[in-house]
């Protein structure tokens, strides 16, 4: 994957600051299944997420583009 490509994705709009998290559930619920990947494997982390209502594309970026989540504001 391109550099050009993780930042679009990381940022589409291209600014500069980051937009603040506004959603803590979600990223305790994403924390939650990655840590277990290890354990349980990307298909069940995947299936967590579903049942958690995180919505796909939010599952997708994270299980497989880890590189591309939002640093901790």
């Keep these: 994957m391109s550099e050009?490509?993780?930042r679009q994705?990381?940022?589409p709009q291209g600014?500069?600051?980051p937009s603040p998290r506004t959603d803590f559930r979600t990223r305790d619920v994403v924390?939650?299944?990655i840590a277990a990947i290890p354990s349980v494997?990307?298909?069940q982390a995947a299936e967590f997420l579903a049942?958690?209502?995180v919505p796909s594309e939010i599952a997708i970026r994270?299980?497989?583009y880890k590189?591309?989540?939002r640093d901790e504001l």
């Design 67 to 69: 590189g591309t989540r």
């Design 62 to 64: 994270t299980l497989i």
């Design 31 to 33: 924390n939650q299944a």
């Design 15 to 17: 600014s500069e600051a």
């Design 9 to 11: 994705r990381a940022d």
């Design 41 to 43: 494997g990307v298909q």
């Design 51 to 53: 049942a958690m209502n």
């Design 4 to 6: 050009d490509f993780q």
